[in-house]
């Protein structure tokens, strides 16, 4: 099993909501540039795994058929299903469940999908085998990664606030075993049988009005600070709130882009 935090349901129960306000401004980009991959038939069926508050399944939803979304955030999953119902989409079917575990039948989708999801999987193998499996047979999966904190500034600066916060938490050092690692990305994708296997490298940048801005998208939405946040008592929480929000004023630039990188690795079932 793994030791990552983030593994776990906890932190994302904690974020939901602001992890569904602020975290499209991230998730968006990445998720079109998914789609795109895919080129999706407006009859087509497509699964999005670890779905979080749905900002592909709700991307998705005006070019297909049927989307089914799945998390083990129960939180994140009636955040989705309420913002689904409010856009009008009754395409879309949001259910809380284990991606390494999928309750649908084999062959059904014809695309699936994980944003920052399956990367966090104790068991990464069975979370492709179960995107694999209900796959039908020429059907695409898409699945993305963040790329090494190094390659994305908007990372460090904020990971550079929790650590001046708290210097038991440390800027993540390279995982050359995990997803970041394209070469392990891509020999994953093939050992659950995807073929014609490619990783792509894809960036984006953010601007914030002020460093006040950055600091409530932060607060708002990242499950590290969330966990930080129930881990100490109010006031130990209201001094460290006060150093990072120092270490914004002091580092950021109202207005200055901050790029963040990730892969997104492009696979295919065999056609049978």
Partial sequence: MSANPLAV???WNLVADGYAEFAPAIMRPFSARALEFASLSPQARIVDVAAGPGTLSLLAAGYVAEVEAIDFSEPMIARLANDAAAAGWTNVRARVGDGQDLPYESDWFDAGFSMFGLMFFPER???FAELFRVLRPGGTAVVSSWAPIAD???M???FGALTAADPNIQEPQPNFLSLENP???E?????AGFEAVSIQRHSIALTFDSPEQMWEAMVRSSAPLELMRHSVSAEVWARRAAVMKAFLAEKY???YPLSTT???GIGHKPPG
Avoid: D, I, K, T
């Fill in 183 to 185: 070469e392990v990305f």
């Fill in 156 to 158: 460090r600066m904020m």
């Fill in 253 to 255: 630039r109202p207005n």
């Fill in 187 to 191: 020999s994953e994708m093939r050992g």
């Fill in 262 to 264: 990730a892969y997104l």
């Fill in 125 to 127: 193998a069975r979370g």
């Fill in 152 to 154: 994305s500034p908007l």
């Fill in 9 to 11: 349901a906890e932190p």
